[in-house]
């Protein structure tokens, strides 16, 4: 549905994306995210038409979206950040407008009450821009973006500025239309990406240092080889026993808590001892009674993956 190659834009001497690559497949959602100055936002306007690109090709479903514009743009439903509203005329006079600036086919009163119930403004529809919150605002927003019912919806930071009720509502609807559109999302918050994307990029320093979905960026990027254990039995006897273990390197007694010891251990690279671990205990009758190792988390990930100087040209940070 989305195809971009080796993109390059470049203001002057500054190159604020250099040869990126990445594909969104239909029905996907997917999460772009990258720290201020990474070349996001520039990226974005590419593949909405709003910059042309130094280098590289970007397709909108087929159509380049440099040679043949008007049939790109028509795929693709765009809410900015800040969305373009006019305040002075009631969410009915701006869809309206919308609908004739798009040159929509599409019967417009049906279409438009569609949406306005879809999004759930239909009970605003009569009332001034001005006088709606933001919430709402950003609402009248995402409505026009679905003028033509484009196949595509890229969202710029479709959240900032709302409450946390205003939030998860919004949320839940980027998961509905995500049923039924391809949806790239930028967001500043990282836990928004993981609740609703199915697959992440990352952009730093103008290129992409990662690309999957959130559950295999933790697992690869874990970087962590403690294992915190909880174990009913007698103390000395678990320490002998852990320490036995093949692949263990260290064991720290953390605290005592009646006759359960929490223990941490350091395992070599790659290795699972959990199996080997319940095996023996079963053997002794020791209850293990919590089991668990920690992981990165996406925002921690994140940080790690752009910090300056984590990747080379073209590289992807490990």
């Known amino acids: 549905m989305i195809d971009v190659?080796?993109?390059?834009?470049?203001?002057?001497?500054?190159?604020?994306?250099?040869g990126i690559d990445f594909h969104v497949e239909s029905g996907e959602i997917l999460g772009f995210l990258?720290?201020?100055?990474a070349g996001k936002s520039t990226t974005m306007n590419i593949l909405t038409g709003y910059l042309s690109a130094t280098e590289g090709t970007v397709r909108i479903g087929g159509f380049d979206v440099l040679e043949e514009p008007d049939k790109a743009k028509a795929l693709i439903g765009y809410l900015p950040e800040q969305p373009p509203l006019y305040q002075d005329m009631t969410v009915k006079e701006y869809l309206e407008f919308m609908y004739q600036l798009k040159?929509?086919?599409?019967?417009?009163?049906?279409?438009?009450?569609?949406?306005?119930?879809?999004?759930?403004?239909d009970h605003v529809y009569g009332r001034l821009i001005r006088n709606l919150s933001k919430g709402y605002k950003q609402r009248v927003g995402l409505a026009q973006?679905?003028?033509?019912?484009?196949?595509?919806?890229?969202l710029d930071e479709p959240t900032v500025g709302l409450d946390p009720t205003q939030i998860i509502e919004i949320r839940s609807l980027i998961k509905s239309l995500g049923k039924r559109h391809t949806v790239i999302l930028s967001s500043h918050i990282l836990s928004e990406i993981e609740s609703v994307c199915n697959r992440i990029v990352v952009i730093s320093e103008g290129h992409i240092v990662a690309d999957d979905t959130a559950q295999a960026l933790s697992e690869r990027y874990a970087g962590d080889r403690r294992l915190?254990?909880?174990?009913?039995?007698p103390k000395s006897e678990v320490e002998a026993l852990l320490r036995a273990l093949p692949h263990v390197e260290k064991v720290e007694t953390l605290r005592e808590r009646g006759g359960a010891v929490d223990y941490m251990l350091t395992v070599e690279e790659g290795q699972d001892v959990r199996y080997l671990?319940?095996?023996?205990?079963?053997?002794?009758?020791?209850?293990l009674l919590a089991s668990y190792s920690k992981k990165k988390s996406l925002e921690e990930i994140f940080l790690l993956l752009t910090q300056p100087g984590a990747t080379g040209k073209g590289g992807t940070a490990e």
């Open 145 to 154: 973006a679905l003028i033509g019912d484009p196949p595509i919806l890229i």
């Open 5 to 18: 190659q080796g993109l390059v834009k470049r203001y002057g001497t500054h190159t604020a994306v250099d």
């Open 103 to 121: 040159r929509c086919k599409l019967p417009r009163e049906k279409h438009l009450t569609e949406i306005a119930r879809l999004i759930k403004i």
């Open 228 to 233: 915190t254990v909880t174990i009913d039995g």
């Open 34 to 37: 990258g720290p201020n100055g």
């Open 277 to 287: 671990l319940f095996e023996r205990l079963a053997d002794r009758h020791w209850p």
